[in-house]
T-cell receptor
């Protein structure tokens, strides 16, 4: 079985500050991990993904995440927050056997203050 | 390349009424998914199709929800009769054969009053 826990349902940062959104997963098989962003009244947009290979993955809009197997974590970071980053962020896990069957976390709302 | 198309975008119905949502996946994508996203929660898979066959519908409330993909391309998700707790966003997604990333549509927002 697989599961995802996102620590912190709301995160608030100042513009220009570091963004850190936490995601821990549980999986009995090698995981594929994803971060999606959802802007108000819109669908889900893929930010980045880890499947195999390099554990530090870079995505769109300056975001990156590092897969740490020993910590079962896949935290999302961005060095400097921008007002346009305010959105809902979802971490999700799946595996190679059925890559579209995603298990999502509860989501983290990112607020960026001027 | 056109993305996943969904309609209608918004729907308000009274409880016990019926509603249907339509999805057209990205051209060539054999696998199609319907997810339900309740406000404040992450999306949850309802049903997965491979071409026109159902692969997984274990999370679909079959007493009121039904879905079909008759020709292996577009799909319809129906709710009848609707309950208040069905208020959610219904997201359609598709996956290319052998791919590892699914692509989501904009979603169909349902409010049951």
């Amino acid at each position: 079985a697989q599961s995802v826990t996102q620590l912190g349902s709301h995160v608030s940062v100042s513009e220009g500050a570091l963004v850190l959104l936490r995601c821990n997963y549980s999986s009995s098989v090698p995981p594929y991990l994803f971060w999606y962003v959802q802007y108000p009244n819109q669908g889900l947009q893929l930010l980045l993904k880890y499947t195999t290979g390099a554990t530090l993955v870079k995505g769109i809009n300056g975001f990156e995440a590092e897969f740490k197997k020993s910590e079962t974590s896949f935290h999302l970071t961005k060095p400097s927050a921008h007002m346009s980053d305010a959105a809902e962020y979802f971490c999700a896990v799946t595996h190679s056997g059925n890559t579209g069957k995603l298990i999502f976390g509860q989501g983290t709302t990112l607020q960026v203050k001027p | 390349e056109a993305g996943v198309a969904q309609s209608p975008r918004y729907k308000i119905i009274e409880k016990r009424q019926s509603v249907a949502f339509w999805c057209n996946p990205i051209s060539g994508h054999a696998t199609l998914y319907w997810y339900q996203q309740i406000l404040g929660q992450g999306p949850k898979l309802l049903i997965q199709f491979q071409n026109n066959g159902v692969v997984d519908d274990s999370q679909l409330p079959k007493d009121r929800f039904s879905a079909e993909r008759l020709k292996g391309v577009d799909s319809t998700l129906k709710i009848q009769p609707a309950k208040l707790e069905d208020s959610a966003v219904y997201l359609c997604a598709s996956l290319f054969q052998g791919g590892n990333t699914i692509y989501f549509g904009e979603g169909s927002w349902l409010t049951v009053v």
